[in-house]
């Protein structure tokens, strides 16, 4: 799939996308917002105080692709296994700086998936179909947040653990049930490393 973002004057960006592209793009980012749930007291009344001392989960979550989202904060896979006692540590570690940032994290992933559902669903098509998105440098940085976070998802649910595997992608036969998934992890990469470089000095 063609199209790579292009700096606009005065700052942000613009990318031309098809109706395919589109779809695809919106459709991920409803199934990340879905992922990662509604957070807490979604159906209650805002209440800010409330929610600056809201305590989240100190455990990892189940899901493999929330995991790679949140991630602990004190595990080094690349690192020895430690002792007993410093792997309790560790643990423990993650634990309470899991408690008092997941939910933070969860909020701002949200709302960059929401930036990107609300941008798509405003653009004006054009007569041969798509439109051209135009984003503002604030806009630009939810959006490459965003499509880091899509990327995330997808390379976990592919097992993506290096750049090894990266390298592996390329030569899947057409007939493999990854393709699509595949094509589109490329895809969001090249749209990813485009955006970095119109937000660039």
Do not use: C
């Given at each position: 799939?063609?199209?790579?973002?292009?700096?606009?004057?005065?700052?942000?960006?613009?990318?031309?996308?098809?109706?395919?592209?589109?779809?695809?793009?919106?459709?991920l980012?409803?199934?990340?917002?879905?992922?990662?749930?509604?957070?807490?007291?979604?159906?209650?009344?805002?209440?800010?105080?409330?929610?600056?001392?809201?305590?989240?989960?100190?455990?990892?979550?189940?899901?493999?692709?929330?995991?790679?989202?949140?991630?602990?904060a004190?595990?080094?896979?690349?690192?020895?296994?430690?002792?007993?006692?410093?792997?309790?540590?560790?643990?423990a570690?993650?634990?309470?700086?899991?408690?008092?940032?997941?939910?933070?994290?969860r909020?701002?992933?949200?709302e960059?998936?929401?930036?990107?559902?609300?941008?798509?669903?405003?653009?004006?098509?054009?007569?041969?179909?798509?439109?051209?998105?135009?984003?503002?440098?604030?806009?630009?940085?939810?959006?490459?947040?965003?499509?880091?976070?899509?990327?995330?998802?997808?390379?976990?649910?592919?097992?993506?653990?290096?750049?090894?595997?990266?390298?592996?992608?390329?030569?899947?036969?057409?007939?493999?049930?990854?393709?699509?998934?595949?094509?589109?992890?490329?895809?969001?990469?090249?749209?990813?490393?485009?955006?970095?470089?119109?937000?660039?000095?």
């Amino acid at each position: 799939m063609p199209g790579h973002f292009e700096p606009l004057p005065g700052g942000g960006a613009a990318v031309a996308l098809d109706d395919v592209e589109i779809s695809i793009i919106r459709s991920l980012a409803v199934q990340l917002l879905e992922l990662i749930g509604p957070g807490p007291g979604a159906d209650a009344p805002a209440d800010p105080l409330a929610e600056l001392f809201a305590e989240g989960p100190s455990e990892p979550p189940a899901d493999p692709v929330l995991r790679r989202l949140f991630p602990d904060a004190y595990s080094d896979p690349e690192k020895a296994p430690d002792s007993p006692a410093q792997a309790e540590e560790r643990r423990a570690y993650s634990a309470e700086f899991r408690r008092y940032t997941e939910n933070d994290l969860r909020a701002g992933k949200r709302e960059n998936a929401l930036a990107v559902i609300r941008s798509l669903d405003a653009l004006a098509p054009v007569d041969e179909g798509g439109a051209v998105l135009k984003l503002t440098p604030e806009e630009s940085r939810r959006w490459l947040n965003s499509l880091n976070d899509l990327r995330l998802a997808i390379g976990a649910r592919l097992e993506i653990t290096d750049e090894d595997d990266t390298e592996l992608l390329y030569r899947l036969p057409d007939d493999d049930p990854r393709k699509p998934m595949v094509m589109a992890y490329l895809w969001l990469g090249g749209l990813q490393e485009t955006l970095v470089s119109t937000l660039m000095p």
